[in-house]
């Protein structure tokens, strides 16, 4: 079984801007739900960013009005364009993909290996 995988993360400074990008897994007869997560150093994982099946978004408050969350290609993918980075984005970023098969009732969860964002001047 594979996983998804991430890219896109780098260095880069205060102000600027990143896009990571997600490809998850191809599911037949499955919805998928996008979640983007993260976790810095010494701190517990939290969530950042989802994207529904239908196009829902949800976002924590801390990026709120800075981060878009967008399928790129179907719902198995997720872009994550991150604007007005601050020094406390910086963490690993990992992909979550969580599929519904609504031909057998299953459920699957899957994360990628995660990206590295880091933002300092």
């Known amino acids: 079984q594979g996983q998804p995988v991430e890219s896109g993360g780098g260095s880069v400074q205060p102000g600027g801007s990143l896009r990571l990008s997600c490809v998850g897994l191809?599911?037949?007869?499955?919805?998928?739900?996008m979640r983007w997560y993260r976790q810095a150093p010494g701190k517990e994982r939290e969530f950042v960013s989802g994207?529904?099946?239908?196009?829902?978004?949800t976002y924590a408050d801390s990026v709120k009005g800075r981060f878009t969350i967008t399928h790129a290609d179907g719902q198995n993918t997720a872009d994550l364009q991150m604007n007005s980075l601050r020094p406390d984005d910086t963490a690993m970023y990992y992909c979550?993909?969580?599929?519904?098969?609504?031909?057998?009732?299953?459920?699957?969860?899957?994360w990628g290996q995660g990206t590295q964002v880091t933002v300092s001047a």
């Open positions: 979550k993909q969580e599929a519904f098969c609504w031909s057998s009732g299953a459920r699957k969860n899957n």
């Open positions: 191809e599911y037949n007869y499955c919805d998928s739900d």
């Open positions: 994207i529904d099946s239908d196009g829902t978004t």
